[in-house]
């Protein structure tokens, strides 16, 4: 039967995009649908005007996932937090494959509980711990390394105006990269992918590319027709900088230190082997993203 699927967060950077590539693939879906909060429907008119439906309600209720068999999280970092609760509710309501809100790394778990991905850890636990309980419950673990999209950016300290990067970390360390596009592909065609019929938890590794964040670097510069001047720092200064905000409190200054460690020390290096040839279509590579975004002409 084709999946029935209610998107959370459906109004954030990728919920936004996924929500068009899903109905781009209207007809092999049963239901489309964005759950919304009382408060922030409007949001959803345009959608709503194209065939997706809009679900009314709290995400930690039952009622809101009623005939839906498929959820898709994608609450940003400060609803994190709060997916064991939707989970929960989302299985009372019937829902029987989850997908949290991940879309990134899988070497988290062996650099510890940082506080970046302290919420996705405890989500992943929990859902382990519901799909031992619950018979014919599944979850999918959608890993696609860093967006591409977030390498030319503050958030890593690349400044593209002035061609320089101050990076917390080493030129050789590995990353693997995926364009925004390509990734709510990616998600839309898993859905479709069937489920194994004896494992409660899927893992599913794509990437646009692996290479280091020297050569990447070197690649936008390239693109832009520049040469970067790039400085490394020791990212136990970014890791004293996150200590020092979490003890006063500073939630955002804690995830922008903890994020700034992110891109340039190997954490978002995909390293398993990849399920690429599982779908349908090349995704770009880091050059081709790059140009596409900010290219000469
Ligand atoms: N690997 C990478 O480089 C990378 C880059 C970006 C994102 N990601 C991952 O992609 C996923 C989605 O991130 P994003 O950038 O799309 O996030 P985002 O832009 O911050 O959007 C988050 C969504 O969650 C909604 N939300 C906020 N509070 C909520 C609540 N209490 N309950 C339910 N929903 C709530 C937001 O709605 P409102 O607008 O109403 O607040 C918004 O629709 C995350 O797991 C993130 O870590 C990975």
Redesign the pocket.
């Known amino acids: 039967m084709a999946p029935s699927v209610i998107i ?8 936004r995009p996924l929500v068009q590539e899903f109905l781009k693939n209207k007809t092999r879906f049963g239901r489309i649908a964005v759950l919304a ?1 009382p408060t ?1 429907v409007s949001r959803f008119t345009d959608v709503q005007s194209q065939g997706v439906e809009v679900v009314v309600g709290s ?1 930690l209720e039952a009622n809101s996932y009623k005939g839906f068999d498929t959820v898709i999280s ?7 937090k ?1 997916q064991p609760g939707m989970i929960d509710a989302a299985i009372a309501g019937g829902v029987r494959h989850f997908y949290p ?5 899988d070497s988290y778990v062996a650099i510890g509980k940082r506080r970046y991905f302290r919420d ?1 850890i405890a989500t992943r636990e929990h859902l382990r711990d519901r799909a031992h309980e619950v018979p014919g419950f599944a979850y999918t673990l959608l890993m ?4 591409t999209e ?1 390498v030319p950016s503050p958030f890593n300290n690349v400044d593209i105006e002035n061609h320089t990067a101050v990076s917390y970390g080493v030129p050789d360390a590995l990353i693997s990269v995926t364009a925004l596009p390509d990734i709510v592909r990616y998600v839309v065609e898993s859905v479709l992918l069937p489920l194994e019929q004896d494992k409660s938890c899927r893992e599913l590794r794509v990437a646009g590319e692996t290479l280091t964040w020297a050569t990447l670097i070197e690649t936008l510069g390239e693109v832009q027709g520049v040469k970067y001047h790039v400085t490394y720092l020791d990212p136990r200064e970014a890791a004293e900088k996150e200590e020092t905000a979490r003890v006063a409190g500073n939630t955002d200054a804690e995830m922008l230190w903890a994020g700034k460690m992110l891109f340039s020390t190997g954490v ?1 290096h995909l390293a398993g082997p990849l399920d690429n040839a599982r779908f349908s279509f090349t995704p770009e590579n880091a050059k081709e993203t790059l140009q596409r975004l900010i290219g000469k002409k």
């Open positions: 959370i967060g459906a109004s954030g950077t990728v919920g909060d922030k995400f994608l609450t940003g970092n400060t609803a994190m709060l809100s991940e879309l990134g790394t996705k696609t390394g860093a967006f977030f978002a």
